[in-house]
């Protein structure tokens, strides 16, 4: 072996030692069982994904979490559908916040902060992630990315409103939402990036779930950033053969 040769194994060492690793905001609570809207009912995704951002947060969300001592998962989503999910809705008045259709993100919200006034923790909010008038497709993909990062950052993982629309008769039709937890962002993404990775937790069977959030590409949709988790399947029983669909990223509900 002649010297150059082995230098070749130490200078793949030192240039692997010096490329930068990807950063990434995470949840605090990775080693955390994710809470399962099935253990309850089908229409649960609201308060199992509100479970699943405090269980997945910093300790005082945590804590959240776990009060009162002793209860089951399933005892934890039926305290919060048959309490304060089931007080008046602000949104619409008249109505009990969540119903055999589920919950809004404005009486998600109200939830969250009912439940965290008496621990002293912060109010959370909820943001639309429409596109603005002034905002091109890059600028709205960044806010995206901006309010995930910064509600992780914050120590709760962020609730992301999902909604599955089909293109029927020739008009985008909304199909069903979805609520998932946000558990890991990239840093920052790169200037003219039309995507970044998320990973989730889907509360429809409790399960982690891979993707992207992406600029829109279809004509008709261009005010939402898609959605792209392959395992997400909300919805999609209602389709009809050969019918497209599209998943939209319609709003957040963290520290922002």
């Known amino acids: 072996m002649t010297r150059s040769t082995r230098l070749f194994p130490l200078l793949s060492l030192a240039l692997a030692a ?57 005892e934890r989503i039926r305290a919060i559908a048959r309490g304060p999910a089931m007080r008046e ?32 923790l912060p109010a959370l909010t909820n943001s639309t992630l429409v596109i603005s008038p002034i905002e091109g497709k890059d600028s709205h993909l960044r806010r995206v990315h901006a309010n995930i990062a910064r509600s992780l950052s914050e120590g709760i993982p ?16 909304s199909i069903q939402g979805h609520f998932v ?11 003219g990036a039309a995507s970044f990775p998320v990973r989730v937790i889907d509360p ?10 992406a600029i829109s590409r279809e004509p008709g949709m261009e005010f939402f950033a898609e959605a792209k988790f392959p395992g997400i399947t909300i919805g999609k029983s209602s389709l009809r053969p050969g019918e497209k669909s599209y998943l939209a990223v319609a709003s957040a509900l963290g520290r922002f």
């Open 204 to 213: 429809l069977g409790g399960k982690f779930r891979e993707g992207n959030i």
């Open 18 to 74: 010096c490329t930068p690793v990807p950063d990434f905001h995470l949840a605090q609570n990775l080693s955390a069982k994710p809470f399962n809207q099935l253990d309850l009912a089908g229409n649960a995704c609201g308060p199992a994904a509100l479970l699943n951002s405090q269980r997945f947060g910093k300790p005082a969300w945590r804590k959240l979490s776990e009060q009162p001592p002793g209860l089951s998962d399933r």
């Open 89 to 120: 809705s602000a949104s619409l008045p008249g109505r009990a916040r969540w119903s055999r259709s589920g919950i809004n993100i404005s009486d998600l919200r109200d939830v969250a902060n009912e439940m965290a006034r008496p621990a002293l």
């Open 181 to 191: 937890t946000v558990t890991s962002v990239p840093g920052s993404i790169e200037p």
């Open 158 to 173: 962020p609730i992301l409103s999902i909604r599955l629309y089909a293109k029927r008769n020739g008009a985008w039709t």
